[in-house]
């Protein structure tokens, strides 16, 4: 059995010793802690530059684009994505805001032509998931996560899943995606957006 050097003990001791309280008993993170950290303020530091470059890149492109890599590597692998046949990544753009209608001039009060005060009950997020269904008709949305906005719109990459796909099908921890009652589930508010919608997430009393 090697015998370990008492001087590099001690010199190890001592880095400890003067690391930070909120750092002390913490094992060293791995890659995806470090792109999990480096996500938490994206307007700061060095992805604040690259942010920029992303969404003028992001204008001139279309509402869907199918990446090869999901941007976020951390966030799309917590969520279900895997580098295998059958899973791909779509980057979908929603334009911001409440909807708002056109005004009205005639025909009716002020307070009756609907324009404040009235908001989509879906988020954004759902949005951008049920459009990208549409657009891929073969796929069922498996979740999705925000990677980017700007003034005028919200950029979301959605995870696809390939439901006739045999490497899903023999796959046991997806193939529940396989079966009947899961087809076309983002319509259904089945998503982690949908439930989030329809209260499902709230512990509160009425949100049964």
């Given at each position: 059995?090697?015998?370990?050097?008492?001087?590099?003990?001690?010199?190890?001791?001592?880095?400890?010793?003067?690391?930070?309280?909120?750092?002390?008993?913490?094992?060293?993170?791995?890659?995806?802690?470090?792109?999990?950290?480096?996500?938490?303020?994206?307007?700061?530091?060095?992805?604040?530059?690259?942010?920029?470059?992303?969404?003028?890149?992001?204008?001139?492109e279309n509402s869907f684009v199918r990446m090869e890599y999901p941007t976020r590597l951390d966030r799309a692998r917590?969520?279900?994505?895997?580098?295998?046949?059958?899973?791909?990544?779509?980057?979908?753009?929603?334009?911001?805001?409440?909807?708002?209608?056109?005004?009205?001039?005639?025909?009716?009060?002020?307070k009756r032509k609907g324009e404040k005060k009235i908001t989509v009950a879906k988020s954004l997020r759902q949005i951008?998931?049920?459009?990208?269904?549409?657009?891929?008709?073969?796929?069922?949305?498996?979740?999705?996560?925000?990677?980017?906005?700007?003034?005028?719109?919200?950029?979301?990459?959605?995870?696809?899943?390939?439901?006739?796909?045999?490497?899903?099908?023999?796959?046991?921890?997806?193939?529940?995606?396989?079966?009947?009652?899961?087809?076309?589930?983002?319509?259904?508010?089945?998503?982690?957006?949908?439930?989030?919608?329809?209260?499902?997430?709230?512990?509160?009393?009425?949100?049964?």
């Amino acid at each position: 059995m090697k015998s370990v050097n008492p001087q590099t003990v001690q010199r190890t001791r001592e880095q400890v010793m003067q690391m930070p309280e909120e750092e002390k008993g913490q094992s060293p993170k791995n890659m995806y802690g470090h792109i999990k950290e480096t996500w938490k303020n994206p307007s700061k530091g060095d992805m604040k530059q690259l942010q920029w470059e992303r969404k003028i890149e992001y204008r001139s492109e279309n509402s869907f684009v199918r990446m090869e890599y999901p941007t976020r590597l951390d966030r799309a692998r917590s969520l279900g994505y895997k580098a295998k046949q059958g899973y791909i990544i779509v980057r979908a753009r929603v334009r911001r805001g409440s909807f708002r209608k056109h005004r009205i001039n005639k025909g009716r009060r002020a307070k009756r032509k609907g324009e404040k005060k009235i908001t989509v009950a879906k988020s954004l997020r759902q949005i951008a998931e049920e459009r990208t269904a549409r657009h891929y008709p073969n796929m069922e949305v498996l979740n999705s996560y925000w990677v980017a906005q700007d003034g005028r719109h919200k950029y979301y990459e959605v995870i696809l899943v390939d439901p006739h796909h045999p490497v899903i099908k023999s796959d046991p921890k997806i193939n529940w995606i396989c079966k009947k009652q899961h087809t076309s589930r983002v319509n259904r508010g089945l998503t982690s957006a949908g439930k989030k919608s329809r209260g499902l997430r709230a512990r509160d009393k009425g949100k049964h």
